[in-house]
T-cell receptor, first 114, second 118 residues
Framework: GAVVSQHPSWVICKSGTSVKIECRSLDFQATTMFWYRQFPKQSLMLMATSNEGSKATYEQGVEKDKFLINHASLTLSTLTVTSAHPEDSSFYIC??????????FGAGTRLSVL | AQTVTQSQPEMSVQEAETVTLSCTYDTSENNYYLFWYKQPPSRQMILVIRQEAYKQQNATENRFSVNFQKAAKSFSLKISDSQLGDTAMYFCAHPTNAGGTSYGKLTFGQGTILTVHP
């Protein structure tokens, strides 16, 4: 299957700072990538759809100014958590959709805000 | 709106035995895909199997197979000869075929935690 790389796998930051998470499709081009948030033993909650060359589409209740998404190329999308607070601590997962409409997932990023 | 329901929060099975995970869904689309993903303790989401709705034949991938009942909107996953490495959380998922920015957006079930005992 296709490979999606997500970096970093774990990040600890101080409250009020910003954190950037990268998601790369390594062996295919992805015009669409997705960003999810997951709490322990729960399902994935879609935060936003990232479209190459255009603005991201955010799900209801997700703050656009808090979670900045940039999809500048066909292989890279980034999620920046701005002015992070302890309540933003979570597991964030990205996925990239291929031409067959299959989503391949990154390994996830554990964010801990102190 | 699409919904996906997994009614078994947790299941367990003995090694080498067979287990079936249930999934039901609701959709207004006629031609669509369905997926099963597994998330082991590493939390890496892995595609297990996919089914195309227009195909009557149930998909099979080695020890994994599905029972797809389109009229009943049911999509269960059968794991044969269970192995310790099958221990994971399993998610049933359905992507939308809607156009525009919603294309390919996945709706996930609540997940089933499967534990394989030695």
């Amino acid at each position: 299957g296709a490979v999606v790389s997500q970096h970093p796998s774990w990040v600890i930051c101080k409250s009020g700072t910003s954190v950037k998470i990268e998601c790369r499709s390594l062996d295919f081009q992805a015009t669409t990538m997705f960003w999810y948030r997951q709490f322990p033993k729960q399902s994935l909650m879609l935060m936003a759809t990232s479209n190459e060359g255009s603005k991201a589409t955010y799900e209801q209740g997700v703050e656009k100014d808090k979670f900045l998404i940039n999809h500048a190329s066909l292989t890279l999308s980034t999620l920046t958590v701005t002015s992070a607070h302890p309540e933003d601590s979570s597991f964030y997962i990205c996925s990239a959709r291929d031409l067959a409409n299959i989503q391949y997932f990154g390994a996830g990023t554990r964010l801990s805000v102190l | 709106a699409q919904t996906v329901t997994q009614s078994q929060p947790e299941m367990s099975v003995q090694e080498a035995e067979t287990v079936t995970l249930s999934c039901t869904y609701d959709t207004s689309e006629n031609n669509y895909y369905l997926f099963w993903y597994k998330q082991p303790p590493s939390r890496q989401m892995i595609l297990v199997i996919r089914q195309e709705a227009y195909k009557q034949q149930n998909a099979t991938e080695n020890r994994f197979s599905v029972n797809f009942q389109k009229a009943a909107k049911s999509f269960s996953l059968k794991i044969s000869d269970s192995q310790l490495g099958d221990t994971a959380m399993y998610f049933c998922a359905h992507p939308t075929n809607a156009g525009g920015t919603s294309y390919g957006k996945l709706t996930f079930g609540q997940g089933t935690i499967l534990t394989v005992h030695p």
